[in-house]
């Protein structure tokens, strides 16, 4: 054979090499491009309709729907009906599974979405039962209020009814996957009352800061320490409100017309007032049981529901025309929230085409998906704002259990017991047993992370049972053998309330009285409600269904078996602090008290600590002295960034000696720094790491437990030290230092050598914002733990500016991360001269769909304190408009 006749061969299996190749390449494109196809199209599906006309069946008549460049829609409907029959038509073409998955939460139902891992979770949500709460609060809603809920619930169900599976969102694409057989239930207005209860849970109050104190107490004594010792360091690392410093909400009580009297006042119910008392030996003793349970507990929830915001807190301001440079006042709100993707807000524009008695609705501003009507926000008269009261609505009691049994008084009397379901995907039903004394419910040992009730030695427990006055001869040795310990929770919003009613009073309020009607039916969760007005009016009220309590303060869990702790009345509404118009022309909540020390009833001494509110009120002052404020003179106070603990390390560290030219350099950082936590600054990140490395040196690194929450706390506590180099805290022999000097040093070094392993050695590169970052993560599926399914969820990260503790309240964990968990959820400035002057901004987006255009399209402006445009008037919203849907009636 001659060489031309082996070549042919070669060059065409070469050739059928080529094609064969050529082939599967192609063959791999064209699959990939499918697949991108399919997924853009899963992807894109369900995305809403916001243009044009769209028969929608249980409407009475046409409804219009404006939607601006950002996605934010005003509706303008004939009816309330039509009204709140469109609004929850428009939550759930934007929100549907973010609402789907809270009243699952919220009724302890996680487990029927995403299967076997949600079980514990279930158990302690569903023990809590906010869910049939909800559905007492509906049953006693007044016709009119009840008709709003159930037209909401009415248009949700209309857009379930022409929607299913990746239709609703592409969430349910992907649940879809694990759990093929899932169908939401249609919508109920329980499902919209229950989330108020979540938001309660979300604004808890001191549950945290009582339970690390009992934590504390418990790990003191084991360490040997005396009663009286471990009160004292208790005492100090939870010091009181500093009132000589730090201003109060209400340092002057303004004396109003009472409103009409309720029922219950009129019928004599309402409780009488109660001075309230100290902190007592019971209490310290009690604290000593095992408190690691009602910890988890706590830490359940907030998995699902996210961490608990800033200082549990938020700002919020108001200032009268007599300091404007319109002559009418200005409103600024920000609350601070757990970060969250979507936003927990939803700006919406809510109106009647004609305002009358029986549609009396114009009012816009910042709702929840799930629940109809406007937060927070302002209506044609009237603005308002919120921040957390951060008044003490909920104790923990320590409860001695028999069996189903407890004792009371000296007495084993039955405890409610109600056997429950847990319904779980893809797997068995899991029997769930709730049990509740006279309290709340059992709330020990639900959870994996729970111990089992503790078991205590009677005579180490007997021993601290006979320092309790009245109960040495009611204890003996069968209550004593035989008792365990259980904790249960009292709490205002486990009682069926009327903040599903003050929502629409607020929406509807034209005047003073009005507001102050609305925040009577404002319970659950207790928040500061700031006014202004179009007439020139500012004023405050602090609403809520606040306890009375009896021998204790809460302070520390109680001894549930003594009735004499027990909570004996509410404060009258009329007895709460109100102002109306103060000299000073401008009122500041900032979580901080609300009023000093001598006002008649207990309301907590778990205040935030007041140096947000202290730096709104100083810059107010120094701006208004400078000239007339304005709208912007508002956001840029919402932005400000000054650290005021680092104004106090940075002179401390002026006469300290470091070892290493590094340190050194970052030390001199701190010279020039104006205190200011920018995000593109090298010395707010190393005055920030270093106060990291100090509070975790003086305190854990002696086995004290760092506070949760409001870093507040700590700067007051080091702020004192600081002041006092004799302090013994100062002094930690595992550390090897002896003084305050030593410490500081050895925080200033551990802080260079941290930054330098994270943003390199060059001091001028480092940059808060970087280190501070904030990653926006889905609540569900955005924490699945496969990464591509992350992918699709979560955005970020985002430098920001800001800190704990400081009025750009963008929290962080001292001692564990530096990254953002805790933001200014939204921020609006209010122009009551001309509602159109006014702004908004929130976290993310309208959308909770990902990749829609509006999904996080108002993040980076957030990050930047950017805000947009707030058009209300028809002629400006007309202006703004970009797309225009109309629903009709129809079949």
Request: proline share 6%; hydrophobic share 40%; net charge negative.
């Given at each position: 054979?001659?060489?031309?006749?082996?070549?042919?061969?070669?060059?065409?299996?070469?050739?059928?090499?080529?094609?064969?190749?050529?082939?599967?390449?192609?063959?791999?494109?064209?699959?990939?491009?499918?697949?991108?196809?399919?997924?853009?199209?899963?992807?894109?599906?369900?995305?809403?309709?916001?243009?044009?006309?769209?028969?929608?069946?249980?409407?009475?008549?046409?409804?219009?729907?404006?939607?601006?460049?950002?996605?934010?829609?005003?509706?303008?409907?004939?009816?309330?009906?039509?009204?709140?029959?469109?609004?929850?038509?428009?939550?759930?073409?934007?929100?549907?599974?973010?609402?789907?998955?809270?009243?699952?939460?919220?009724?302890?139902?996680?487990?029927?979405?995403?299967?076997?891992?949600?079980?514990?979770?279930?158990?302690f949500?569903?023990?809590l039962?906010?869910?049939?709460?909800?559905?007492?609060?509906?049953?006693?809603?007044?016709?009119?209020?009840?008709?709003?809920?159930?037209?909401?619930?009415?248009?949700?169900?209309?857009?379930?009814?022409?929607?299913?599976?990746?239709?609703?969102?592409?969430?349910?694409?992907?649940?879809?996957?694990?759990?093929?057989?899932?169908?939401?239930?249609?919508?109920?207005?329980?499902?919209?009352?229950?989330?108020?209860?979540?938001?309660?849970?979300?604004?808890?109050?001191?549950?945290?800061?009582?339970?690390?104190?009992?934590?504390?107490?418990?790990?003191?004594n084991?360490?040997?320490?005396a009663?009286?010792?471990?009160?004292?360091?208790?005492?100090?690392?939870?010091?009181?409100?500093?009132?000589?410093?730090?201003?109060?909400?209400?340092?002057?009580?303004?004396?109003?017309?009472?409103?009409?009297?309720?029922?219950?006042?009129?019928?004599g119910?309402?409780?009488?007032?109660?001075?309230?008392?100290?902190?007592?030996?019971?209490?310290?003793?009690?604290?000593?049981?095992?408190?690691?349970?009602?910890?988890?507990?706590?830490?359940?929830?907030s998995?699902?529901?996210?961490?608990?915001?800033?200082?549990?807190?938020?700002?919020?301001?108001?200032v009268?025309?007599?300091?404007?440079?319109?002559?009418?006042?200005?409103?600024?709100?920000?609350?601070?929230?757990?970060?969250?993707?979507?936003?927990?807000?939803?700006?919406?524009?809510?109106?009647?085409?004609?305002?009358?008695?029986?549609?009396?609705f114009?009012?816009?501003?910042?709702?929840?998906?799930?629940?109809?009507?406007?937060?927070?926000?302002?209506?044609?008269?009237?603005?308002?704002?919120?921040?957390?009261?951060?008044?003490?609505?909920?104790?923990?009691?320590?409860?001695?259990?028999?069996?189903?049994?407890?004792?009371?008084?000296?007495e084993?009397?039955?405890?409610?017991v109600?056997?429950?379901?847990?319904?779980?995907?893809?797997g068995?039903?899991?029997?769930?047993?709730?049990?509740?004394?006279?309290?709340?419910?059992i709330?020990?040992?639900?959870?994996d992370?729970?111990?089992?009730?503790?078991?205590?030695?009677?005579?180490?427990?007997?021993?601290?049972?006979?320092?309790?006055?009245?109960?040495?001869?009611?204890?003996?040795?069968?209550?004593?053998?035989?008792?365990?310990?259980?904790?249960?929770?009292?709490?205002?919003?486990?009682?069926?309330?009327?903040?599903?009613?003050?929502?629409?009073?607020?929406?509807?309020?034209?005047?003073?009285?009005?507001?102050?009607?609305?925040?009577?039916?404002?319970?659950?969760?207790?928040q500061?409600?700031?006014?202004?007005?179009?007439?020139?009016?500012?004023?405050?009220?602090?609403?809520?269904?606040?306890?009375?309590?009896?021998?204790?303060?809460?302070?520390?869990?109680?001894?549930?078996?003594?009735?004499?702790?027990?909570?004996?009345?509410?404060?009258?509404?009329?007895?709460?602090p109100?102002?109306?118009?103060?000299?000073?022309?401008?009122?500041?909540?900032?979580?901080?008290?609300?009023?000093?020390?001598d006002?008649?009833?207990f309301?907590?001494?778990?205040?935030?600590?007041?140096?947000?509110?202290?730096?709104?009120?100083?810059?107010?002052?120094?701006?208004?002295?400078a000239?007339?404020?304005?709208?912007?003179?508002?956001?840029?106070?919402?932005?400000?960034?000054?650290?005021?603990?680092?104004?106090?390390?940075?002179?401390?560290?002026?006469?300290?000696?470091?070892?290493?030219?590094?340190?050194r350099?970052?030390?001199d950082?701190?010279?020039?720094?104006?205190?200011?936590?920018?995000?593109?600054?090298?010395?707010a990140?190393?005055?920030?790491?270093?106060?990291?490395?100090?509070?975790?040196?003086?305190?854990?690194?002696?086995?004290v437990?760092?506070?949760?929450?409001?870093?507040?706390?700590?700067?007051?506590?080091?702020?004192?030290?600081?002041?006092?180099?004799?302090?013994?805290?100062?002094?930690?022999?595992?550390?090897?230092?002896?003084?305050?000097?030593?410490?500081?040093?050895?925080?200033?070094?551990?802080?260079?050598?941290?930054?330098?392993?994270?943003?390199?050695?060059?001091?001028?590169?480092?940059?808060?914002?970087?280190?501070?970052?904030?990653?926006?993560?889905?609540?569900?599926?955005?924490?699945?733990?496969?990464?591509?399914?992350?992918?699709?969820?979560?955005?970020?990260?985002?430098?920001?500016?800001?800190?704990?503790?400081?009025?750009?309240?963008?929290?962080?964990?001292?001692?564990?991360?530096?990254?953002?968990?805790?933001?200014?959820?939204?921020?609006?400035?209010?122009?009551?001269?001309?509602?159109?002057?006014?702004?908004?901004?929130?976290?993310?987006?309208?959308?909770?769909?990902?990749?829609?255009?509006?999904?996080?399209?108002?993040?980076?402006?957030?990050?930047?304190?950017?805000?947009?445009?707030?058009?209300?008037?028809?002629?400006?919203?007309?202006?703004?408009?970009?797309d225009?849907?109309?629903?009709?009636?129809?079949?």
């Open positions: 054979m001659s060489s031309d006749d082996t070549a042919a061969p070669r060059r065409s299996l070469g050739s059928r090499i080529g094609r064969i190749a050529f082939v599967v390449l192609a063959s791999l494109l064209v699959i990939a491009t499918a697949a991108a196809f399919f997924l853009v199209w899963t992807i894109q599906r369900s995305f809403p309709q916001t243009s044009g006309e769209l028969t929608t069946p249980g409407l009475h008549k046409s409804v219009t729907v404006q939607r601006d460049a950002l996605g934010i829609p005003t509706i303008t409907a004939s009816s309330t009906d039509d009204l709140f029959f469109a609004q929850g038509f428009t939550h759930a073409q934007d929100r549907f599974f973010e609402m789907d998955f809270r009243r699952h939460v919220t009724s302890g139902r996680v487990a029927e979405m995403f299967g076997e891992s949600q079980v514990a979770t279930d158990k949500l569903r023990t039962g906010w869910r049939k709460v909800a559905e007492q609060e509906v049953e006693a809603l007044d016709d009119t209020t009840r008709g709003y809920y159930e037209a909401y619930a009415a248009g949700v169900n209309a857009y379930l009814s022409s929607h299913e599976g990746a239709d609703l969102s592409l969430e349910y694409a992907v649940l879809g996957i694990q759990n093929p057989d899932y169908r939401p239930e249609p919508w109920e207005p329980a499902d919209s009352v229950a989330w108020l209860k979540a938001m309660a849970w979300d604004l808890r109050t001191n549950i945290g800061s009582e339970t690390d104190r009992a934590l504390m107490a418990a790990q003191l084991e360490a040997g320490e009663d009286a010792d471990a009160q004292a360091l208790i005492e100090k690392i939870y010091p009181a409100y500093p009132f000589a410093q730090h201003p109060v909400i209400v340092p002057k009580i303004t004396a109003v017309d009472p409103l009409p009297a309720t029922p219950a006042e009129e019928e119910t309402a409780p009488a007032s109660f001075t309230g008392t100290t902190q007592t030996d019971a209490q310290t003793a009690v604290a000593k049981v095992e408190w690691q349970q009602a910890d988890s507990a706590i830490e359940a929830a998995m699902l529901l996210g961490p608990i915001g800033e200082g549990i807190g938020s700002n919020s301001w108001v009268s025309g007599d300091l404007t440079e319109s002559g009418k006042p200005l409103l600024a709100n920000d609350p601070h929230l757990g970060a969250a993707l979507p936003s927990v807000w939803y700006q919406v524009q809510l109106k009647c085409a004609k305002v009358s008695e029986a549609c009396p114009d009012v816009a501003g910042f709702s929840f998906s799930g629940l109809p009507g406007v937060v927070i926000g302002h209506n044609a008269k009237i603005a308002w704002g919120f921040t957390n009261l951060t008044t003490d609505v909920a104790d923990l009691y320590v409860e001695k259990v028999e069996g189903d049994q407890y004792w009371r008084d000296g084993l009397v039955p405890m409610e109600e056997n429950d379901v847990i319904k779980v995907a893809g068995d039903d899991v029997p769930l047993t709730i049990r509740r004394t006279v309290h709340g419910p709330i020990s040992g639900l959870t992370d729970f111990t089992a009730i503790a078991q205590h030695p009677s005579v180490e427990f007997g021993d601290k049972l006979t320092d309790l006055p009245g109960w040495e001869a009611t204890v003996d040795a069968t209550w004593n053998v035989n008792a365990t310990d259980a904790i249960s929770l009292r709490w205002t919003a486990l009682d069926p309330g009327t903040t599903a009613s003050a929502i629409f009073a607020l929406d509807t309020a034209s005047d003073f009285t009005g507001f102050r009607r609305a925040a009577s039916l404002f319970d659950v969760p207790a500061n409600l700031i006014y202004a007005d179009q007439q020139g009016n500012i004023g405050y009220q602090a609403p809520g269904r606040l306890p009375i309590r009896g021998a204790g303060d809460g302070w520390l869990p109680q001894p549930g078996w003594d009735s004499a702790y027990d909570w004996t009345g509410y404060i009258p509404f009329e007895d709460l109100v102002s109306y118009n103060p000299d000073g022309g401008y009122i500041v909540t900032a979580n901080n008290a609300i009023v000093t020390d006002y008649p009833y309301l907590s001494r778990d205040w935030d600590y007041g140096y947000r509110a202290a730096r709104i009120a100083h810059l107010i002052e120094r701006k208004s002295a000239g007339a404020l304005t709208a912007q003179n508002l956001r840029d106070i919402q932005m400000d960034d000054e650290m005021w603990i680092g104004k106090q390390l940075a002179a401390a560290m002026g006469e300290v000696t470091v070892d290493g030219e590094g340190a350099s970052a030390v950082l701190l010279r020039t720094w104006d205190a200011q936590n920018k995000a593109d600054s090298p010395a990140a190393y005055a920030n790491v270093l106060w990291s490395n100090l509070v975790t040196d003086v305190f854990v690194e002696r086995d437990p760092l506070p949760t929450g409001d870093q507040g706390r700590l700067f007051t506590v080091v702020g004192a030290m600081l002041d006092d180099p004799a302090d013994p805290l100062w002094i930690n022999e595992r550390l090897d230092v002896d003084g305050m000097d030593a410490m500081l040093a050895l925080a200033a070094e551990q802080a260079y050598t941290e930054l330098s392993q994270l943003q390199g050695a060059d001091v001028k590169r480092w940059s808060w914002g970087t280190l501070h970052a904030l990653s926006l993560t889905s609540s569900t599926l955005g924490s699945s733990g496969i990464e591509p399914v992350e992918m699709l969820f979560n955005r970020g990260p985002y430098p920001v500016s800001g800190g704990s503790s400081v009025v750009n309240a963008t929290g962080w964990s001292v001692g564990e991360s530096y990254a953002t968990t805790t933001v200014p959820s939204m921020r609006m400035v209010v122009d009551l001269a001309d509602f159109d002057d006014s702004s908004w901004i929130h976290l993310t987006g309208q959308s909770g769909h990902a990749f829609n255009r509006h999904y996080t399209d108002q993040t980076a402006d957030w990050a930047a304190g950017v805000q947009k445009p707030w058009p209300f008037t028809k002629k400006a919203v007309a202006k703004a408009t970009v225009t849907l109309v629903l009709k009636p129809g079949s």
